[in-house]
């Protein structure tokens, strides 16, 4: 795993120990970025959109858009 | 199940007697009047001053029932079941503000605050968040029927009463002057009080005044027993009045201001409604309160009791007194509720015989009950 990976997934855990849904909104969407495939970028962004709704992240829309135009979700 | 007889119940007020034992200590008959009493009526569950503002959100258990009580983006008052569509998790474990979506702690299905289902992560694998056996229309939130009247949050769970103003039509018309905004008093006026006895004695301490003048000495040295009177609105609700109430005042003569135009009877009238089954009312030209009667069992409630205003800004010092003077008199009625609850342990107790002049409203809601339960006996038998 790469450094800056190995930070990020560290940075996730926290995040999930604090409760903190708006934060991993973030990190789930920055992991998602960092994968070059459909299908595990489809998997984290949903990660991501999900805490995006809950904690109601500025986030949310683009990811819902990101979703959708890989018919992942309605 | 053995049924119970409720035939001695139905009679007029001076040959009746009141409900059996097993009414207030058999589990199976609890269970019984748990459909009858509460889940086929309008009960009361909490008050709309519990979830101010949007996204407010408490999770209650109502006879074993798990509900979610919130107030949507939109700020209307919902009453949600509290369990997943997915598994039958339960979605919110303690009172929280929700921010956006309500989601499942277990496989993360979100929920808006309307109870629209608005996302279901992974349900057709991995990152893929559709499935065509997935319908998100057909899998919202159930949520309970529910409507506001004075505050209070009523509930018909079988979803099978009449409309709530059909239902209660009544009451509000009784207290149509009335009709106006209601302002809680906050967290000084608010308070719970844990009794050992079944809802059904608090209801029927509370609706009569002929024990006033010996549980009630403070209250009845200014509000005489002969300045009470009995109201009786058979099928729905019964409870007591008086001709003599007299405002609360601070020390320099303060006093809360009045509902507005309210007419000359309210000078000094007050009354005192229990609007079946489970919340006690009462209403005063500068104040009103609320009494949800919570059963926790066959032998065990919780009194969740609520204080109003006229306006949003009173006197916090007179606002306390008032909530003291009220917690008082309803410590007072809790010896005799228990006690009541002790002596049907009596085996040989038949339900009592009620006085004709002082125990109407008290029999007019042993009539409602028996009336209730006897409709659900005759339903039940004509499915079979
Ligand atoms: S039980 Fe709620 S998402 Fe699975
Ligand atoms: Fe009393």
Redesign the interface.
């Known amino acids: 795993m790469p450094q800056s990976e190995a930070k990020l997934q560290s940075e996730i855990l926290k995040a999930h120990k604090d409760n903190d849904y708006s934060r991993l909104c973030e990190l789930y969407a920055k992991a998602a970025q960092t994968r070059g495939d459909v299908n595990q970028a489809c998997f984290l962004a949903t990660q991501a959109y999900v805490f995006g709704l809950q904690s109601n992240h500025p986030l949310t829309e683009h990811l819902h858009s990101f979703l959708k135009n890989h018919g992942r979700e309605e | 199940m053995q049924k119970t007889d409720l035939t001695a119940v139905r009679q007029s007020v001076s040959l009746a007697k009141g409900l059996p034992n097993a009414h207030y200590i058999d589990p199976t008959v609890y269970q019984e009047e748990k459909h009858a009493l509460l889940f086929d009526q309008w009960a009361g569950l909490s008050v709309a001053a519990d979830v101010p503002t949007p996204g407010d959100a408490i999770p209650l258990t109502f006879l074993g029932l798990p509900l979610l009580l919130l107030r949507d983006r939109e700020g209307q008052v919902r009453v949600f079941q509290n369990t997943c569509r997915h598994r039958g998790m339960i979605l919110v474990e303690h009172p929280t503000k929700i921010?956006?979506?309500?989601?499942c702690p277990y496989h993360?299905w979100?929920y808006a605050t309307d109870g629209r289902l608005?996302?279901t992560?992974?349900v057709g694998g991995?990152?893929?968040?559709?499935h065509e056996d997935i319908k998100?229309s057909e899998l919202g939130l159930i949520e309970i029927r529910s409507h506001i009247w004075r505050d209070v949050v009523w509930i018909n769970v079988n979803n099978n009463a009449p409309e709530f103003p059909v239902a209660m039509a009544d009451a509000m018309e009784r207290w149509k002057e009335f009709e106006q905004p209601l302002f809680h008093g906050g967290e000084d006026s608010r308070f719970n009080l844990e009794v050992n006895c079944n809802w059904k004695l608090a209801v029927e301490n509370y609706c009569e005044s002929y024990h006033l003048p010996w549980v009630h000495p403070g209250l009845n040295s200014y509000s005489r027993l002969e300045d009470h009177y009995n109201i009786e609105k058979p099928g729905t609700y019964s409870g007591q009045g008086t001709l003599v109430y007299r405002q609360l005042a601070d020390d320099s003569g303060g006093v809360f201001p009045d509902f507005a135009n309210l007419s000359s009877q309210w000078d000094s009238a007050a009354e005192y409604l229990a609007i079946y089954p489970n919340v006690l009312l009462g209403t005063h030209r500068d104040h009103a309160f609320a009494i949800i009667l919570v059963p926790e069992g066959p032998e065990a409630t919780i009194e969740k009791i609520h204080l109003y205003y006229p306006v949003a800004d009173t006197d916090p010092h007179l606002r306390q007194k008032n909530t003291t003077q009220w917690k008082l008199v309803f410590e007072e009625d809790v010896f005799v509720v228990e006690g009541m609850q002790r002596g049907r342990h009596g085996l040989a107790f038949d339900g009592g015989k009620f006085s004709p002049a002082m125990d109407g409203p008290t029999h007019c809601f042993h009539d409602w009950a028996a009336q209730q339960i006897e409709t659900k006996r005759q339903a039940r038998h004509a499915a079979e």
């Open positions: 921010e956006g979506a309500i989601r993360s979100c608005v996302s992560p992974h991995p990152g893929q968040n559709t998100r």
